[in-house]
């Protein structure tokens, strides 16, 4: 046998072979172009959300859909998803669930890049299946591990069913501790921007800030399965509104009239954050704050009356100290006779703790107690001085707040500000009577300067009542009614001056007594100087501690 003949004819053999693979082939691949529109296809579909109907639905509840909403935050054109393609693993869901329910990716909000998730009502009622969750995992451990911060677009119903029955279902969609135990490495911002129950919140009562449009529910299960469970016949307002949430439970920090007002919100909170806990919130310049560092409080006498049973709005005061329009308060309607909220000083983010007269005198109970600490934990967490404004009479006391666990609440507020370390700065205004001291970062409480305006009364208590705990019996021993009068008074005289900021002043227990015109003047230079060697930066003991109290 000729053996290269052999080889030639298999040489053509194969040429023969491969042509008619490659005619036979050719004849069936689509072209680069057709490949391209398959997938044009594929996410137009998916983004059509659960179709017209249910679309149309949504928008007749007067709600934004989901895309929309991601539309309204974020900058224009910026948005990046992630999982357009998803859809749920169930057989037969495939069609019903474009992107599973879940939109998310990377955008920007005011030029600061962020991670963005917005629940679909539109598919499934915005209930999570394993796709969804798995997404929305993967996307939030993204965001820590590259510190961009985290938006939440919350509505729906919670775990989906069929996804999660069974002891397999159950088992599987379980909370990941990788969304417990971030450490606050990045700032999370929710909104309540539908009725939510379940998974939204979950992440909204998690998040550093929540936001609620009036007109919704937020609750761990919806009226209709209490209902079925329990027998409880309960409104959606009843059960979850604003309302309960605002004067409650304290578990929302700031509600809108409207979608577009809340997710203003969201953005406003934002702007007093850094991106990560590895840096520090931006400051501002005097040109940007429009406000100087200067300026004095030529209408204090207005703002702050001396008589110290008069009751006046502490707002008046934060908003005068703060530079312009610059106070932003969460939580306006819980724990009320306290005001927290973030502001800036010559341009610099602080955190604003001050009693409110107002509001039961300005005496804090346990839902106070609760709002300072986790406002002190935010702080901490983010590298934002603190500055405490004193005007208390002390803590409400009674069986009421006993059965609350006043006294326990009284000390984790207490150890909270122990363990912070960012810079803080206090100033009495009126009074600082008791354990309250203390709480308002008194002396010993790890202020870097503790200072009291004249008009300051500290004390272990009052003096009417000191008077009539020390002296009581005393007086009372005294038979002419005018006499024991005039002893009185002369007594309540002496512990008002005992009780004066002079005499801790002059053995160096205050730093100072201020001019109260010179209040802000003050705090701007010395936070300048509490900055000047490391920023504002803290050691962030308090970044583990529970985001809800």
């Known amino acids: 046998m000729n053996l290269e003949a052999t080889q030639g004819n298999d040489r053509n053999m194969d040429r023969s072979s491969t042509t008619q693979s490659s005619t036979t082939q050719s004849s069936t691949e689509s072209t680069m172009d057709e490949l391209i529109q398959d997938l044009q296809r594929r996410k137009a ?70 991670v963005v998730e917005a629940s679909d009502k539109t598919v499934f009622a915005g209930t999570e299946g394993t796709v969804f969750m798995r997404k929305a995992e993967q996307v939030h451990n993204f965001a820590v591990k590259r510190g961009l911060p985290i938006f939440h677009l919350g509505e729906g119903g919670g775990l989906r069913i069929p996804d999660g029955m069974g002891a397999d279902g159950i088992s599987e969609k379980m909370m990941p501790m990788t969304l417990l135990r971030h450490n606050r490495a990045v700032p999370t911002m929710a909104a309540i921007l539908g009725d939510s129950f379940g998974g939204p919140t979950w992440t909204a009562v998690t ?35 604003w309302k309960v949430h605002a004067e409650q439970t304290g ?34 310049s005097t040109a940007d704050t429009g406000d100087s560092p200067d300026r004095r409080l030529d209408n204090v006498d207005a703002l702050v009356p001396t008589r110290k049973t008069r009751a006046y709005d502490m707002r008046r005061l934060v ?139 500290i004390s272990f208590t009052g003096a009417d009542v000191g008077v009539n705990v020390v002296y009581g019996r005393e007086l009372a021993n005294v038979a002419d009614k005018a006499e024991a009068a005039a002893m009185r008074q002369q007594l309540v005289q002496q512990w008002e001056i005992d009780s004066s900021p002079y005499k801790a002043a002059a053995k160096h227990l205050l730093d100072d007594v201020i001019d ?7 705090l701007c230079r010395v936070l300048e100087a509490a900055c000047t060697q490391h920023g504002a930066r803290s050691e962030r003991r308090l970044a583990n501690w529970p985001t809800g109290f």
Request: with cysteine; aromatic share 8%; glycine share 10%.
């Open 319 to 457: 908003r005068a100290v703060v530079d312009h329009d610059s106070f932003f308060e969460l939580k306006p309607y819980f724990g009320a006779a306290l005001i927290t909220g973030l502001g800036r000083l010559n341009g610099r983010v602080v955190g604003v703790l001050a009693n409110q007269p107002l509001v039961k005198a300005g005496a804090a109970g346990p839902d106070e107690c609760d709002k300072a600490t986790e406002f002190i934990c935010l702080c901490d967490s983010y590298h934002i001085p603190l500055v405490f404004l004193h005007d208390i009479p002390g803590f409400r006391v009674g069986s009421a707040a006993e059965h609350r666990k006043i006294a326990t609440k009284i000390m984790v507020w207490n150890q909270a500000l122990a363990w912070s370390t960012v810079p803080k700065v206090s100033v009495v205004i009126r009074k600082s009577i008791g354990a309250a001291y203390g709480n308002m970062c008194g002396p010993g409480m790890g202020a870097d300067f503790v200072v009291a305006w004249p008009t300051a009364e």
């Open 516 to 522: 109260p015109r010179d209040t802000r003047r003050f």
């Open 251 to 284: 578990q929302i920090d700031a509600f809108a009239d409207d979608e577009n007002a809340c997710i203003a919100l969201m953005k406003r909170f934002f702007s007093y954050m850094p991106s990560h806990a590895g840096e520090e919130p931006a400051v501002l």
């Open 45 to 114: 579909k998916a983004a059509q959300m659960g179709g017209d109907a249910k679309v149309a639905a949504q928008h007749a509840l007067g709600r934004y859909t989901a895309r929309e909403r991601v539309d309204k935050l974020v900058d224009h054109g910026s948005f990046l998803e992630l999982g357009i393609l998803n859809h749920s693993d169930v057989p037969g869901a495939v069609e019903k669930s474009p992107a599973d329910g879940l939109i998310a990716g990377i955008a920007k909000v005011d030029g600061r890049l962020v």
């Open 207 to 241: 998040s550093d800030f929540a936001a609620q449009v009036k007109g919704t529910a937020m609750a761990v299960a919806g009226p209709r399965m209490l209902e079925i469970a329990t027998g409880e016949t309960v409104s959606d307002e009843e059960l979850g509104g």
